[in-house]
């Protein structure tokens, strides 16, 4: 028996994205949080991050994985297309003193 899987989803990376898209009652908060508008460019948010089905929602990382790890306060339930959109924001080099002038 080997102790972890190696590669994709781990059980324990499922339940926590379960725990994730409970607590923030199966909706798309990358998008509602403002997320997305950091990442130029046009995508259409479902704001569905259901537990399963065609819109299953995704669990995003704020602050990207390896930044963070597995902590829900920085996870948040995402739509696909949303999740796909920002995608890791650790590979988006803008530097972290940097404010957006809108806030
Ligand atoms: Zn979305
Ligand atoms: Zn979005």
């Known amino acids: 028996m080997s102790s972890a899987w ?3 989803s781990t059980s324990a990376w499922r339940r926590l994205r379960a725990h994730v898209l409970a607590r923030d009652g199966y909706r798309c908060r ?8 950091r ?13 399963g089905g065609p819109n299953a929602g995704h669990a995003h990382h704020t602050h990207g994985r390896t930044v963070t790890g ?4 920085h996870i948040v339930a995402a739509c696909r297309a949303c999740n796909l959109h920002i995608g890791d ?13 809108r806030w």
Request: with cysteine; net charge negative.
């Open 39 to 51: 990442v130029p460019g046009q995508h259409t948010c479902t704001r569905l991050a259901l537990p």
């Open 6 to 8: 190696r590669g994709g």
């Open 30 to 37: 990358a998008h509602a949080d403002g997320w997305c508008d």
């Open 89 to 101: 924001p650790t590979a988006h080099a803008d530097p972290p003193n940097r404010a957006v002038s």
């Open 70 to 73: 597995d902590d829900p306060q």
